[in-house]
T-cell receptor
Framework: EAGVTQFPSHSVIEKGQTVTLRCDPISGHDNLYWYRRVMGKEIKFLLHFVKESKQDESGMPNNRFLAERTGGTYSTLKVQPAELEDSGVYFC????????????????FGAGTRLSVL | AQSVSQHNHHVILSEAASLELGCNYSYGGTVNLFWYVQYPGQHLQLLLKYFSGDPLVKGIKGFEAEFIKSKFSFNLRKPSVQWSDTAEYFCAVNGGDMRFGAGTRLTVKP
């Protein structure tokens, strides 16, 4: 079974440019999450999709960040325009439907995209 | 608001030493508790989890963790570490949304 895949693995851009990160969740997982880790700090929640709908986007830093999950499959996270403080590792995770089974609450992570804004 | 605190930023041990990584959380309701590990160059992997029942949970690679509800703690332990355990370890708490600690980098010297 393929895991969560993220592309690119590393992106280096200049301040003011636009970057789009992509996440392909595990097939059949309704839940998709985006997280960000700024160097040395905790992994912070950004948002949560259930299928194509945004369930919770309370962690999105500002309106320069736009996440989409058209069709409820893969997701993109666009940063436009990028600022220096956006640098960090962006993780994507997916899980099955939450339902009543706590076992379905396990999130599986991708390897992350390291974003460097210069 | 939920928060997770990991006490150690970087731990350096020799092979065969015992390991204990601290994790405390603040949340008043029912939580699911996790330890994830990220080996160099790899993705975050689930090491072990606690949902309910026996507060001592065993995970992969000889790791275990104990949930002490009264202390809001979920410390990770391993009796004897190996060089291959060198990685970063993250404690996470899910009481509705997943919240992570800042991570503890473990270096095991051969």
């Amino acid at each position: 079974e393929a895991g969560v895949t993220q592309f690119p693995s590393h992106s280096v851009i200049e301040k003011g440019q636009t970057v789009t990160l992509r996440c392909d969740p595990i097939s059949g997982h309704d839940n998709l999450y985006w997280y960000r880790r700024v160097m040395g700090k905790e992994i912070k929640f950004l948002l949560h999709f259930v299928k194509e709908s945004k369930q919770d986007e309370s962690g999105m830093p500002n309106n320069r960040f736009l996440a989409e999950r058209t069709g409820g499959t893969y997701s993109t996270l666009k940063v436009q325009p990028a600022e220096l403080e956006d640098s960090g590792v962006y993780f994507c995770a997916s899980s099955q439907g939450l339902g009543d089974s706590r076992a379905k609450n396990i999130q599986y992570f991708g390897a992350g995209t390291r974003l460097s804004v210069l | 608001a939920q928060s997770v605190s990991q006490h150690n930023h970087h731990v350096i041990l020799s092979e065969a030493a015992s390991l204990e990584l601290g994790c405390n959380y603040s949340y008043g309701g029912t939580v699911n508790l996790f330890w994830y590990v990220q080996y160099p160059g790899q993705h975050l992997q689930l090491l072990l989890k606690y949902f309910s029942g026996d507060p001592l949970v065993k995970g992969i690679k000889g790791f275990e963790a104990e949930f002490i509800k009264s202390k809001f703690s979920f410390n990770l332990r391993k009796p004897s570490v190996q060089w291959s355990d060198t990685a970063e370890y993250f404690c996470a708490v899910n009481g509705g949304d997943m919240r992570f600690g800042a991570g503890t980098r473990l270096t095991v010297k051969p």
